[in-house]
């Protein structure tokens, strides 16, 4: 069974680039989560869709930000324009359960805004 | 706020050297505690969830467990192998995200 994939695995941008990070979550998971962990800190809650709905949304930092679920398939989070703060690892995982369970995490996007 | 608190930062084992890393967390109702391992330019991957005081879980080397404040992770004998980030992360019953800790970064040392 194919696992959480991200695509790309490293980004370098300069400050007011746009990007677009891709995931593509384990199939018949409906619930699919970004998290962003920036150097020396946690890993820190986006958002979460449940199939194509965003579930919850109150991580995202500001309207630079932008998730979709296509279909309630894969998902893409663009970052647009692009700040220095934004420099970090981006998590996507999957999960089956809507109230809770194990996630299933992809390997990341290494964002570095220059 | 809910919150997760993980110590030691770092921790450096003779290979056979027991110990044992702590998460101490605050959470508005616990739905579930969790503990990943995350290994360089890797993801986390799941290991267990507890999900009241009491409760253990043991994989290989490995044994979590936890009270109403903290949750422990006790390593027996660990090998090189086990050398990882292990981050430990809740969820709370009024949501569905995870609230995770920094980590502790574990070496092995042959």
């Known amino acids: 069974e194919a696992g959480v994939t991200q695509f790309p695995s490293h980004s370098v941008i300069e400050k007011g680039q746009t990007v677009t990070l891709r995931c593509d979550p384990i199939?018949?998971?409906?619930?699919l989560y970004w998290y962003r962990r920036v150097m020396g800190k946690e890993i820190k809650f986006l958002l979460h869709f449940v199939k194509e709905s965003k579930q919850d949304e109150s991580g995202m930092p500001n309207n630079r930000f932008l998730a979709e679920r296509t279909g309630g398939t894969y998902s893409t989070l663009k970052v647009q324009p692009a700040e220095l703060e934004d420099s970090g690892v981006y998590f996507c995982?999957?999960?089956?359960?809507?109230?809770?369970?194990?996630?299933?995490f992809g390997s990341g996007t290494q964002l570095s805004v220059l | 706020e809910d919150q997760v608190t993980q110590s030691p930062e770092a921790l450096r084992l003779q290979e056979g050297e027991s110990s044992s890393l702590n998460c101490s967390y605050t959470v508005s109702g616990l739905r579930g505690l969790f503990w990943y391992r995350q290994d360089p330019g890797k993801g986390p991957e799941f290991l267990f969830t507890?999900?009241?005081a009491g409760e253990e879980k043991e994989k290989e080397r490995l044994k979590a467990t936890l009270t109403k404040k903290e949750s422990f992770l006790h390593i027996t004998a660990p090998k090189p192998e086990d050398s990882a980030t292990y981050l430990c992360a809740v969820q709370a019953n009024t949501g569905n995200q995870f609230y995770f800790g920094t980590g502790t970064s574990l070496t092995v040392i042959p």
């Open positions: 507890l999900y009241s």
């Open positions: 199939s018949g998971h409906d619930n």
């Open positions: 995982a999957s999960s089956q359960d809507y109230k809770g369970g194990k996630l299933f």
